[in-house]
Structure formats: structure tokens, C-alpha cells
């Protein structure tokens, strides 16, 4: 078992920025990859980055590439995301999630094994 906890979300004026962090705690040794997605009000959970835990290979939604940044404390087992640049339409839920070994796909929900509870993002105009 993988247990995750988000802190960090926040109200931001638009141009903005947030850094939100994950920790983890349980079985981490077979952690391949911790990704960030969201979901915005009446919107489907998203992907939005993926880091692997061991070579820190990065991975990033189109609509993020340039604005936010992924990275990971694996002595904290902590992963980050720097969001800068912020808009409107970032504004959602927030949640980290684990997936265990290597899949097709790092971008994938259903191929996440552990998630947290998320952070609530509010970017206003």
C-alpha cells in the first residue's frame, strides 16, 4: 500500500503561482512513476504531468508544457509540482498518483494504482 497527501493548493490571481507537493509514505520501492492530473468543475480527471521515481524522466500535458514543472525529493519521497503562469482555466482539483510498474502508459487514469484526496486550485481573473 501507497498512501499519498497533496498540500499546497490555494487561491492565486491569474499570472500567478502555486508549488504544491505530494507526500508518500508505505511500500515505495516498486514506485515507477507519480503523476499530478486534475479535474476542473464539470470536467473529466485530466493528466497533467508524470515523473519515473528512479531516472527522473518527465512527462507534461500540452496545455501545462513551458508553465509548470515536475520534480521529486526521493529521499522525502515527496514529488512536486511548480505551477507558474497560472490561469483560469487551471483552476480544479489537484490530485498525485502512483503507478506501480511500468504500463503502456504514463498519461493513462486507469493505469494509476494509489491516489491521494487532492488540492483544490483556484486561479480567478
Known amino acids: 500500500q501507497v498512501q499519498l497527501v497533496e498540500s499546497g493548493g490555494g487561491l492565486v490571481l491569474a499570472g500567478g503561482s502555486l508549488r504544491l507537493s505530494c507526500a508518500a509514505s508505505?511500500?515505495?520501492?516498486?514506485?515507477?512513476?507519480m503523476g499530478w492530473f486534475r479535474q476542473g468543475p464539470g470536467k473529466e480527471r485530466e493528466f497533467v504531468a508524470a515523473?519515473?521515481?528512479?531516472?527522473?524522466?518527465?512527462y507534461y500535458a500540452d496545455s501545462v508544457k513551458g508553465r509548470f514543472t515536475i520534480s521529486r525529493d526521493n529521499a522525502k519521497n515527496t514529488v512536486y509540482l511548480q505551477m507558474n503562469s497560472l490561469k483560469p482555466e487551471d483552476t480544479a482539483v489537484y490530485y498525485c498518483?502512483?503507478?506501480?510498474?511500468?504500463?503502456?502508459?504514463?498519461?493513462?487514469?486507469?493505469?494509476?494504482?494509489?491516489w491521494g484526496q487532492g488540492t483544490q486550485v483556484t486561479v480567478s481573473s
Open positions: 508505505g511500500r515505495m520501492f516498486s514506485t515507477y512513476i
Open positions: 515523473i519515473t521515481w528512479s531516472g527522473g524522466i518527465t
Open positions: 498518483a502512483v503507478q506501480r510498474y511500468p504500463k503502456s502508459s504514463t498519461r493513462n487514469i486507469a493505469e494509476y494504482d494509489y
